[in-house]
């Protein structure tokens, strides 16, 4: 089995979106994904503007990034709407796509994990599965280890290790328990991660009533502008409709 | 503190069943180049979180989890919004047909879910996570004709691995269940 590599998206450290509270890029992110309802026009304001942003908060590189993976799919869909219907549809559905594409990349490209956590119990979110979402990002690194070591162990018994598959129908149940053979070690290791986490949250006294988290998300000036300015662009192209 | 849906133990085993599911789909792939090929690893891991806690809403849990995750990770190349939902929709295919089934199969006087709902439950996550994409493209405004072209087949290969996936999945469960790893778990819970 071809295996690839868990990498975190890298925080930009020099972005001033650090300092912004992760709940207004939830809203910035939120506001970008409903703009691309819009007609061209006002579409094209709101896509520079947002453009401007990534450019200006340093984000510009991993948003082009994933835009770069997506690159196969952007020619087909544009070449098929130019042919069938034009190119101002082309140019239209083309936009709208890349700023659906982009528009989380302003939180998953400049907040951390823990950020993102605390926003989340700001926003509502029952602090026990945030703290769950804190945990599986933790787990990350030790369940590919643990992954992959299984993977080796049972090819070094002669498990797992199979001719590879050329079309779906040579799918068999012979592969499908090779698979068990490798499933069945991760889930036991996760249930007794699991456990030892749930362990040391409790010794640390995460179920007490009396918890308070370190630290507290407050909106600030730069929070504060970043909204109005949204509402504002938000409000034009709504007008230039 | 008044009792909770989940307990910590089992919220804390389904985020790890998250980060299980993302480190399958990056690091433990199938030999094939297929859409819908992964669903095969991931489904049956949805599919075994909800075995493990079979509590409504594991699945959607570990769905959200790992949607979140993923969209950490940077994986997928439609962007945060689409890997967030298509993740999550996965996890809310698979709890709807375990919580579903019980009943109907109850209701028609049959056997107990077993191995054939677990398929269907696979199924049924790997299409909504289709599903999911189909809908964004069709909110962005994609004509209905473009689409029907281009996920068609994608369609066929997600609904034959998720029929995989799911039936992995039961394959793990009843493998657990003879190793005694439900008599562990009870301890442990």
Not at chain 1, 65 to 85: I, P, T
Not at chain 2, 88 to 102: F, I, K, Q, R
């Amino acid at each position: 089995m071809p295996r690839g590599d868990v990498r975190r998206l890298a925080v930009v450290e020099g972005s001033f979106l650090r300092r912004v509270d992760p709940r207004t890029k939830i809203a910035l992110s939120l506001a970008m994904s409903a703009a691309v309802t819009l007609p061209l026009p006002s579409l094209a304001l709101v896509a520079a503007c947002f453009a401007g942003l990534l450019v200006a908060a340093g984000v510009a590189r991993p948003a082009a990034a994933q835009l770069w993976r997506g690159r196969l799919w952007f020619a087909v869909l544009f070449l098929l709407d130019w042919c069938v219907v034009g190119i101002a549809f082309a140019v239209l559905i083309t936009l709208r796509l890349a700023l659906l594409t982009s528009s989380f990349m302003l939180i998953f490209a400049s907040t951390t994990p823990d950020e993102l956590r605390l926003a989340g119990e700001r926003l509502g979110v029952p602090p026990r599965l945030a703290f769950a979402f804190a945990t599986a990002f933790g787990s990350l690194g030790l369940m590919e280890r643990e992954w992959r070591g299984i993977l080796e162990a049972q090819q070094a018994r002669g498990i797992g290790s199979a001719p590879a598959m050329q079309r779906w129908w040579q799918l068999r149940r012979a592969d499908l328990a090779r698979v068990t053979a490798l499933v069945v070690p991760a889930i036991v290791l996760a249930t007794q991660r699991a456990w030892s986490i749930g362990e040391a949250a409790a010794a640390r006294g995460f179920e007490s009533p009396e918890r308070r988290s370190y630290r507290v998300l407050r909106l600030r000036a730069v929070d504060h502008a970043l909204l109005a300015a949204t509402a504002l662009v938000l409000g034009v192209s709504f007008l230039l409709r | 503190m008044g009792r909770t849906y989940f307990s910590t133990f089992e919220l804390l085993l389904l985020a790890v069943f998250a980060a299980l599911v993302v480190v399958g789909n990056v690091a433990l792939r199938l030999p094939l180049k297929m859409p819908g090929h992964s669903g095969v690893v991931w489904m049956a891991l949805l599919v075994i979180a909800r075995g493990v806690v079979p509590k409504l809403g594991a699945a959607s849990s570990v769905g959200l989890l790992s949607g979140l995750l993923a969209a950490f990770v940077g994986v997928g190349d439609k962007g945060g919004l689409d890997t967030l939902l298509s993740y999550t929709a996965a996890g809310a295919g698979v709890d709807l047909v375990s919580g579903l089934a019980p009943l109907g199969l109850a209701a028609l006087g049959l056997a107990p879910p077993g191995a054939l709902t677990c398929a269907v439950a696979g199924l049924v996550g790997n299409l909504a996570k289709l599903g999911v994409k189909v809908l964004l493209e069709l909110w962005i405004g994609i004509p209905t004709g473009f689409l029907v072209l281009g996920r068609t087949y994608p369609a066929l290969t997600h609904t034959v691995f998720g029929l995989a996936g799911g039936y992995l999945g039961a394959l793990v469960l009843a493998a657990l269940r003879r190793a005694g790893f439900f008599a562990y778990l009870a301890a442990r819970r």
